[in-house]
């Protein structure tokens, strides 16, 4: 019985890292990335994403609760997990250490980046182009947030290739290393989308 609340813990788990969450990863990705083409065109685009209608509800049912179960259940996971890099100089063995050091980064960041325009909104705040480019003036926090965007893409586009073989997409040798491939890919496509945003506004 427990082994089976377990089972259905860790896919869900793996689930709504793609599920909403790496969809809501690329979505917010793409949105900042409307600040190379100038402030206005990045006002626009997040003052699109602002008014939804049913937006609390929205961000709600599709961030907040989702996140909050993957970074809770993933830190128990990261800190049970045995991290077995030190003994086995594999690729994928430190694929799989990285996965939990940069699922732990990501957390820091979100608590923080939320902290520092979500919360600061509801206090008079807000936020738009110049709200960020304020924060990126200052070179620790530019620092920062290229740190922990690299590290939150990498998250999840490594993510992707584990995903893929806990769900049976990919089974043999050849189709993960394929996979590798394509999700390594994908990792430094959505970084340089991510940089490219951060040094618009700076
Ligand atoms: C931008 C936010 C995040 C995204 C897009 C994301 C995405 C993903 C994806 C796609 C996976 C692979 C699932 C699988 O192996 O089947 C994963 C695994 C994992 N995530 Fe996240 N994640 C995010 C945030 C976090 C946070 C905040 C933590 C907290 C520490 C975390 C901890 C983990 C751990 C430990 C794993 C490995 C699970 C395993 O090997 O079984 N993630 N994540």
């Known amino acids: 019985m427990a082994g089976n609340r377990e089972f259905f813990n860790r896919r869900l ?11 809501f990863l690329i979505q917010h990705l793409v949105v900042n990335h409307f600040a190379t083409g ?3 065109s990045f006002n626009k685009a997040a ?8 937006r609390i509800i929205l961000e709600t049912f599709i961030i907040f609760i989702p996140i909050l179960f993957h970074a809770i259940y993933g830190l128990y996971i990261a800190f049970t997990a045995k991290n077995n890099a030190s003994r086995f100089g594999f690729f994928r063995n430190w694929m799989f250490l990285l996965q939990r050091v940069t699922g732990v980064i990501t957390l820091i960041f979100i ?6 325009t979500r919360v600061q909104a509801a206090f008079g705040a807000e936020v738009n182009f110049q709200m960020m480019e304020n924060i990126l003036s200052n070179p620790f926090m530019l620092w920062f947030y290229i740190i922990c965007v690299v590290s939150a893409i990498f998250h999840f586009a490594n993510g992707l290739w584990s995903f893929c073989v ?13 996979s590798t491939y394509v999700t390594m890919g994908i990792f430094v496509a959505l970084s340089i989308v991510g940089i490219r945003a951060i040094f618009a506004f700076v």
């Open 13 to 23: 788990h793996s689930l709504l890292g793609v599920i909403p969450i790496g969809v």
């Open 38 to 40: 100038g402030e206005e």
């Open 47 to 54: 003052g699109f994403m602002e008014h939804l209608p049913f």
């Open 111 to 116: 608590v923080w980046h939320v902290w520092q």
């Open 166 to 178: 806990s769900w049976g997409i990919t089974i043999s040798p050849r189709s993960q290393l394929i």
